[in-house]
């Protein structure tokens, strides 16, 4: 869904109703070099240097076992996809940004009215809850409920101020929608939905990106992420060449962000034999 918890682990199966909202506060940022055709090669930052540093060990005392401790996590310098990254259709260069799955514990502010498609309220929640959750378009609320995108234009609900938009959602079971729902009407995954514009790419595909292959998929560094995604949202600001990955936690946003930025760009292949086995069908 887009405009985007602390829950579930991240590897959690794949799976908003049409039209969500889905994005980041890096989306609006220009591209480096961006130009009306952004199927270009964006020109590379200039290199950071190589570090080759190795973790350190420290002895536990009274035992003789030795403990690495965890290796600092640097962003990645670019580099080329391989050849065999790029079987199958490639697209070019796509936008990247990041969304997540807001919690309204985590909000202050004045109440305002959470709305339904019907205009009744669900909850009145604090407004920087709102606000975030009207870019975000799914989150959780303070006894578990999950709120997902419903529609745009609801005469009744407060004005997002980031889109300018009134928007309602729907009250989710946390069962069936723990992270929120897509634009496919499927629950939405942390690390491998992406919301996309649906006339570049349709929703149900799945899409290798090269650049987020090997990622770590937390700041423990001992899982790492296959470059696989499935588009199953999308959003009013998410237009031509553009991928929105849902993250389900702002530590994560804040990481991927830091390992490879909003807006540096990445290369999008569809019907790459790596994720062969990440699509599904459209919601019928």
Sequence with gaps: MKNVGKRMTLGAALALAACHTA???????????????????LPPPPPEPERTERPRQTRVIGQGERVKTPRPIQA?????????????????????????FPSEGDHQGEPVALKNAKCKTIRDVPRGFYETLCVQGSGTLADGTTVSFAKRDCKCAEICPRTDQKICFDALPRSK????????????????????????????TALYIPEYDGLPRDATQTSFHDGCFVAEDRGSRIKDKHVDVFTGHESITRLWNQLLPSNRGVTVVLESPRCARAKIAPEG
């Design 23 to 41: 994005g980041s506060s890096w989306m609006a940022q220009p591209l480096p070099g961006e130009s009306d055709d952004f199927a270009s090669e």
């Design 76 to 100: 990645r310098p670019p580099s080329k996809p391989s050849k065999a990254q790029l079987r199958g259709k490639v697209l070019g260069k796509f936008r990247n940004t990041y969304y997540d």
């Design 177 to 204: 929608f723990p992270w929120g729902r897509g634009a496919t009407g499927r629950a939405i995954t942390p690390l491998l939905t992406v919301a996309v514009d649906s006339d570049v790419i349709p929703l149900g």
